[in-house]
T-cell receptor
Framework: DGGITQSPKYLFRKEGQNVTLSCEQN?????MYWYRQDPGQGLRLIYY???????QKGDIAEGYSVSREKKESFPLTVTSAQKNPTAFYLC?????????????FGDGTRLSIL | AQTVTQSQPEMSVQEAETVTLSCTYD???????LFWYKQPPSRQMILVIR??????QNATENRFSVNFQKAAKSFSLKISDSQLGDAAMYFC????????FGKGTRLHILP
């Protein structure tokens, strides 16, 4: 079955350390997205990519970086510049552009600070 | 910039009763799409229902229906015959080239 795989499910970061969250999809979707979810904040867009080798900042991109070298993969790096990284991170994919097709979501990664 | 507002952080409904979750949005676009997602405790995001802005007819999926008022920029979700499995966070979402989510409404089902 096609879907989105996020790994790991739980991740711990030490102070000053960069960590990378993996997101892989086999749905042949052009667009991929990263969201952060905090209690009471809903989902906030970090970065998104409509096509390989191109990506745009979302609403809360500071302290994060991404790459899109392959259509199937959109890893998110949480850098040491992100001072409050503890959150639930959701990756999604979908068709590019304006569309009535919904996004498909992974099961998420919970990141905590040691 | 587009925004999505869900004004009810939490709601409760008796099992088998009907409940309506509110959502308003702001956009200058005329062509866009609206969605309701459900997030149960497992944290999976599950699509409940979708609506194209150019369609006047309200979308319906079994016990779930929407009241889409384009001029008022309102997109409420009605859940009929509420079931215990409907307990979850519900997110309203707006899409043109990216999806913007509201902050969510936590729905409790009372047995």
């Amino acid at each position: 079955d096609g879907g989105i795989t996020q790994s790991p499910k739980y991740l711990f970061r030490k102070e000053g350390q960069n960590v990378t969250l993996s997101c892989e999809q086999n749905l042949n979707h052009d667009a991929m997205y990263w969201y952060r979810q905090d209690p009471g904040q809903g989902l906030r867009l970090i970065y998104y990519s409509q096509i390989v080798n191109d990506f745009q900042k979302g609403d809360i991109a500071e302290g994060y970086s991404v790459s899109r070298e392959k259509k199937e993969s959109f890893p998110l790096t949480v850098t040491s510049a992100q001072k409050n990284p503890t959150a639930f991170y959701l990756c999604a994919s979908g068709r590019s552009g304006s569309s009535n097709q919904p996004q498909h979501f992974g099961d998420g990664t919970r990141l905590s600070i040691l | 910039a587009q925004t999505v507002t869900q004004s009810q952080p939490e709601m409760s409904v008796q099992e088998a009763e009907t409940v309506t979750l509110s959502c308003t949005y702001d956009t200058s676009e005329s062509d866009y799409y609206l969605f309701w997602y459900k997030q149960p405790p497992s944290r999976q995001m599950i699509l409940v229902i979708r609506q194209e802005a150019y369609k006047q007819q309200n979308a319906t999926e079994n016990r779930f229906s929407v009241n889409f008022q384009k001029a008022a920029k309102s997109f409420s979700l009605k859940i009929s015959d509420s079931q215990l499995g409907d307990a979850a966070m519900y997110f309203c979402a707006y899409r043109d080239d990216k999806i913007i989510f509201g902050k969510g409404t936590r729905l409790h089902i009372l047995p």
